[in-house]
């Protein structure tokens, strides 16, 4: 048991090491040639606000790609389902080893952060000459400068991590590999499943609804971000040629473009049982009620953060760097609260829209292939 707690944390260091090496060759890649004008006009607000984006993006990427590799961990998987064979103690183990795995990620990003808080504290930041170590632990940095106390940054970033894999772990890894399993003690034996035949089984009987749709949207805002990195040349010759409210616009129908093509992978079947006439109507209808619903407990939360942050920054807003694709509109709109409002209903807009075209398409498919079948 010691080796493998020695192990889990000797992984998590490993993990933490690539996520800062991550990090620091997306900061050399879009920032790091913009920040000596930051610091030449004297604009360092707008540049923490900027690191600090960095760092909530490189964050959430690295924290959906470490539970994924988790979930994807046959001896961690092995160990919960001998754990709770004999049944009825699924909840008490998946607490404590989610307690345990997000201590673990807190305390090694904690002492992975001891080198550069120490220097921090010492030097402070070099901005654009800034040396290749400080470069690597350019998130934790982000994070310093925008509160303006290492101390407090470095625990609000080990507390960051200890919360997300908790309830990563907790919520979304245990629950998983507990459907996925063969049979408990006691059980007959029954053909295995594949685990993600699984999790679509359960999720679209709306018994883990909400892990689909986190899913579906981090994964195309990621992705979104991801392509935009990849074609920043092209976006920033786009922005010069465009109105900031049009580019705003432009993120708002790329991320729906990205949506369309991550939302209803492995989908086969409309939302509605439609027979031979397809129903735009019955079909909205469904996903409304099916997994609109869903979404809109994401939507919602993240449009009263947005709706803060919009109080609480004056310049550069984090948060609205990160909502920028999904809630397109801030800073088109400047009406309090319909702002929001209006986001929550394009996002929602583009989530049916998406998953009712996404039906249509299936639906003709289908219907084609039955026409031309002898």
Request: net charge positive; hydrophobic share 50%; glycine share 6%.
């Amino acid at each position: 048991m010691k080796n493998y707690t020695l192990r889990n944390f000797l992984e998590m260091l490993k993990y933490t090491l690539f996520y800062h090496v991550a990090t620091g060759m997306l900061y050399i890649a879009t920032i790091a040639s913009m920040e000596e004008n930051y610091v030449v006009n004297e604009r360092f607000d707008k540049l923490h606000a900027v690191l600090f984006a960095v760092a909530l993006v490189s964050f959430a990427v690295s924290a959906v790609v470490m539970l994924k590799t988790h979930h994807g961990n046959s001896e961690k998987k092995m160990n919960y389902l001998n754990a709770t064979y004999e049944g009825g103690n699924e909840k008490s183990v998946a607490l404590e080893s989610a307690l345990k795995e997000a201590a673990s990620a807190a305390l090694a990003n904690l002492i992975f952060q001891l080198p550069i808080l120490v220097f921090f504290m010492r030097y402070g930041y070099g901005y654009h000459e800034a040396l290749i170590f400080e470069t690597l632990f350019i998130s934790d940095i982000g994070v310093y400068l925008f509160l303006g106390n290492a101390v407090l940054g470095a625990l609000l970033i080990s507390a960051a991590w200890f919360t997300v894999y908790f309830l990563g772990v907790f919520l979304f890894v245990a629950p998983i590999w507990n459907m996925g399993r063969i049979r408990k003690k006691g059980e007959p034996a029954k053909p295995e499943e594949n685990p993600k035949d699984a999790y679509y089984r359960h999720t679209f009987k709306n018994t883990y609804k909400i892990f689909y749709a986190l899913r579906k949207f981090a994964l195309s805002v990621l992705i979104s971000f991801g392509l935009i990195v990849v074609g920043s040349f092209f976006f920033a010759a786009l922005s010069k040629e465009m109105s900031p409210n049009a580019i705003k616009i432009l993120y708002g129908v790329f991320y729906a473009i990205v949506f369309y093509a991550i939302h209803g992978y492995r989908r086969d079947s409309s939302y509605y049982p439609h027979e031979k006439k397809f129903s735009l109507i019955k079909e909205a209808r469904a996903v409304l009620r099916e997994e609109l619903v869903y979404y809109l407990f994401i939507f919602i939360p993240l449009a009263v953060i947005g709706e803060i942050s919009l109080f609480i920054f004056k310049g550069q807003n984090p948060v609205q760097v990160a909502l920028m694709f999904v809630f397109p509109f801030y800073g088109v709109v400047n009406v309090p609260i319909l702002r929001s409002l209006i986001n929550i209903a394009w996002a929602s807009t583009v989530m049916l829209s998406c998953a009712v075209i996404k039906s249509a398409a299936k639906h003709r498919q289908v219907s084609r292939a039955s026409k031309y079948r002898r």
